[in-house]
């Protein structure tokens, strides 16, 4: 393996620790400040679809290079969570080339299913059982119990990708609530 891949595994780790807490930052002011003029929702409202779309760009890349760079092996719950998580850069593209806002209520359905996805995952790495086969992989099989990344005790690529998926569900919520007629 590259020396290179503990800095940057710290350094991506950092940055979902820096997203976690912008997920906090926007829960408990979308829950204590009802207010819609608030700066912090305005901001995050103004800018959610660039945000958003950076997001899916980094979880995409992230993934890519994970796999087909580093090496690591996809297992299926993996590649379940790329399937929700892809489409997300592809609606925030067309959204930020046609400005029509049509993509929230897909974005949101594409977030839940990731996040859900990506509970899931985080419980069959703890070791919890599973119905699918990956938990208890054979020869020709990836255990999507192993961890390829572990830093600061938590941050897995399952919290990474469980993380840009909350993130993008709080950015929609949030935008959908402001942009309501007051």
Same mark, same amino acid.
């Given at each position: 393996?590259?020396? @290179?891949?503990?800095?940057?595994?710290?350094? /991506?780790?950092?940055?979902? /620790?820096?997203?976690?807490?912008?997920?906090?930052?926007?829960?408990? /002011?979308?829950?204590?400040?009802?207010?819609?003029?608030?700066?912090?929702?305005?901001?995050?409202?103004?800018?959610?679809?660039?945000?958003?779309?950076?997001?899916?760009?980094?979880?995409?890349?992230?993934?890519?290079?994970?796999?087909?760079?580093?090496?690591?092996?996809?297992?299926?719950?993996? @590649?379940?969570?790329?399937?929700?998580?892809?489409?997300?850069?592809?609606?925030?593209?067309?959204?930020?080339?046609?400005?029509?806002?049509?993509?929230?209520?897909?974005?949101? =359905?594409?977030?839940?299913?990731?996040?859900?996805?990506?509970?899931?995952? =985080?419980? /069959?790495?703890?070791?919890?059982?599973?119905?699918?086969?990956?938990?208890?992989?054979?020869?020709?099989?990836?255990?999507?119990?192993?961890?390829?990344?572990?830093?600061?005790?938590?941050?897995?690529?399952? =919290?990474?990708?469980?993380?840009?998926?909350?993130?993008?569900?709080?950015?929609?919520?949030?935008?959908?609530? =402001?942009?309501?007629?007051?």
């Amino acid at each position: 393996m590259p020396t @290179y891949i503990d800095s940057f595994n710290q350094f /991506v780790s950092i940055s979902v /620790v820096v997203m976690q807490l912008f997920c906090l930052l926007l829960v408990v /002011v979308m829950l204590f400040v009802p207010n819609r003029d608030n700066f912090v929702r305005k901001f995050f409202k103004d800018y959610a679809f660039y945000i958003g779309f950076l997001i899916a760009l980094g979880a995409i890349a992230l993934s890519l290079f994970y796999s087909n760079v580093i090496g690591f092996p996809v297992c299926e719950l993996c @590649y379940l969570q790329r399937i929700f998580i892809y489409p997300q850069f592809i609606l925030f593209g067309m959204e930020l080339y046609k400005r029509d806002r049509s993509i929230v209520d897909f974005s949101i =359905v594409f977030a839940l299913l990731g996040i859900i996805t990506s509970i899931y995952h =985080v419980y /069959v790495e703890h070791g919890g059982t599973a119905g699918l086969p990956c938990a208890a992989p054979s020869a020709t099989e990836i255990s999507c119990a192993t961890r390829y990344v572990f830093e600061f005790s938590y941050v897995t690529i399952p =919290v990474m990708a469980l993380t840009a998926s909350l993130f993008i569900l709080l950015l929609m919520v949030n935008y959908k609530y =402001v942009s309501r007629i007051k």
